[in-house]
């Protein structure tokens, strides 16, 4: 349990924490793809890793996601 924290936000918390863990949504996936990205490495992105990408990508060519 979180310091401080009741027992919804604790699971709030967690739950927030655990969509960075799951696999890439097909939005994501392909979005990656249109910027380039090889498939191997899209096939394996979690949510997390595949938002941060984005952002890195989307950025680094002054685009907008």
């Given at each position: 349990?979180?310091?401080?924290?009741?027992?919804?936000?604790?699971?709030?918390?967690?739950?927030?924490?655990?969509?960075?863990?799951?696999?890439?949504?097909?939005?994501?996936?392909a979005f990656l793809?249109?910027?380039?990205?090889?498939?191997?490495?899209?096939?394996?992105?979690?949510?997390?890793?595949?938002?941060?990408?984005?952002?890195?990508?989307?950025?680094?060519?002054?685009?907008?996601?």
């Amino acid at each position: 349990r979180l310091m401080g924290a009741d027992e919804t936000q604790t699971q709030q918390a967690i739950a927030q924490d655990l969509w960075h863990y799951t696999p890439a949504t097909d939005k994501q996936r392909a979005f990656l793809r249109r910027l380039g990205t090889p498939d191997d490495v899209v096939c394996t992105l979690t949510k997390g890793e595949a938002s941060w990408l984005i952002d890195h990508l989307t950025r680094a060519r002054g685009q907008r996601a």
